[in-house]
């Protein structure tokens, strides 16, 4: 993630002043911290058979701190200690389930999950990892919370997968509603959710959103902060909700969508459930077809101008007239390919229009089946081109294309609930 390259240099100093400043504003973990100097270890908590350390608190309490670049003050660490726990306990319950089944996740596993990260976020492989190192930071934490992730998206590929099934009246269902909504705005939106309960109060919650929302707009990109801080289950994907409609959305969350411009970052947004932070990726017509989209099935005749088989002007004029004479369909233009077409010439497989070079796009992208296209120069050749069918985009997407989006909605459903389950179920020791 960017943000680490412009805070890495401030990380240590903001770890040291970490450590000072939590004696201050959590005292039984400092307290704590004093048994670990004579070989201890400190307890922070206790989920099932797993155990949460001080310093495991310590270290993702350090990584919060500098992923937000919020200040480091005791009032903002009695802020976000509660949330710091909440994760830390859903991890040790993720990987708890995954270990009950059997899944087993792999180093090679994790340091892909990583190197995705990089690579979403501009960075060069691998070198996350290395300036952390080179700062003297432990890396075990982010570690440790990708780790997680990996285990937790195995559990519901192969275990809660198998219990989502898409009737084919859902998949009509959909697609009626798109049809309907064709014409009308669609966002793509991503987002950052921060509950209010018993365990985030109010003011605290929003304080941290405004904070969020100043370094969001500020130098640090907006998939960083959702993945450490939001609380939805889009956390995992950098926040993206995806395309929607106004409607889809929370009412009060709609109302500030619609006056957003594509980049926008949105103030901190008060809903039932606590604050939301939204920001608007891009906005387009719903439905609307897409022209490089189409599927088309062409027949050409390359007419060559350069190298060994070039035509003389005169050949060049007279094949040129008898293909845009001649030629009324994809036969006759197949038996001309066959009589003078240069190499490359004939039918070509299906392809998509956004797949051919721009100045032979623009000569077919309207054009109708079984119509020859104008000379088009390219290099070494003039070109011809028929179009034997074609198949264009609607806007909207197949039915295969609507059962795995259905299928995904229902997965990320469950997934939230089994986690719920699990909470529920569990066995947490909260003591400090």
């Known amino acids: 993630m960017r943000i680490f390259k412009d805070l890495f240099c401030s990380y240590l100093l903001s770890l040291t002043l970490f450590t000072g400043l939590i004696a201050v504003a959590l005292p039984a973990i400092a307290q704590q911290n004093d048994d670990d100097i004579s070989g201890t270890i400190s307890i922070a908590a206790v989920v099932n058979e ?27 660490q009695q802020r976000l200690v509660p949330q710091v726990m909440d994760t830390l306990v859903e991890e040790r319950l993720k990987i708890q389930e995954a270990r009950r089944l059997e899944i087993e996740t792999s180093e090679e596993e994790v340091l892909s999950a990583i190197a995705n990260i990089e690579a979403q976020n501009g960075m060069r492989p691998g070198s996350f990892q290395v300036s952390l190192q080179e700062q003297g930071v432990n890396v075990d934490s982010f570690y440790r919370q990708i780790e997680a992730d990996v285990a937790w998206r195995k559990v519901v590929r192969d275990v809660l997968l198998r219990d989502v099934n898409i009737a084919p009246e859902e998949v009509n269902t959909v697609l009626d509603k798109l049809r309907a909504n064709q014409g009308k705005p669609e966002y793509r939106v991503s987002e950052i959710d921060l509950p209010v309960g018993s365990d985030a109060p109010e003011q605290n919650v929003r304080q941290l ?74 906005q387009r017509t719903a439905g609307a077809p897409n022209p490089l989209k189409h599927i088309l099935e062409i027949s050409q005749i390359y007419l060559p101008t350069l190298g060994g088989r070039t035509l003389s002007p005169e050949r060049l004029t007279r094949y040129s007239e008898r293909i845009q004479t001649e030629v009324r369909n994809c036969e006759q233009m197949q038996r001309l390919a066959e009589e003078f077409g240069g190499p490359g010439s004939g039918k070509r497989p299906l392809l998509y229009a956004g797949s ?74 909260i003591r400090f």
């Open 356 to 429: 051919l070079p721009e100045n032979v796009r623009r000569a077919v992208i309207a054009l109708p089946a079984n119509q020859i296209s104008r000379p088009i120069e390219v290099p070494g050749a003039r070109l011809f081109v028929i179009i034997c069918q074609r198949d264009d985009d609607t806007g909207l997407p197949n039915e295969g294309e609507v059962h795995a989006q259905l299928q995904n909605d229902k997965l990320r459903n469950l997934a939230r609930q089994k986690l719920r389950d699990l909470r529920r179920q569990a066995l947490v020791d």
């Open 50 to 76: 797993d155990v949460i350390t001080i310093f495991d608190v310590q270290s993702r309490l350090g990584l919060f701190l500098v992923t937000a670049g919020i200040q480091n003050t005791p009032e903002v």
């Open 209 to 282: 959103a405004e904070a969020l929302v100043i370094r969001a707009r500020s130098d640090t990109p907006f998939p960083a902060l959702a993945e450490q801080f939001s609380q939805s289950p889009t956390a995992t994907v950098g926040g993206d909700i995806g395309w929607v409609m106004p409607e889809e959305l929370d009412r009060v969350l709609d109302r500030t969508l619609v006056r957003m411009a594509p980049g926008q970052i949105s103030d901190p947004i008060r809903t039932a459930t606590g604050y939301h932070i939204l920001m608007l990726q891009d």
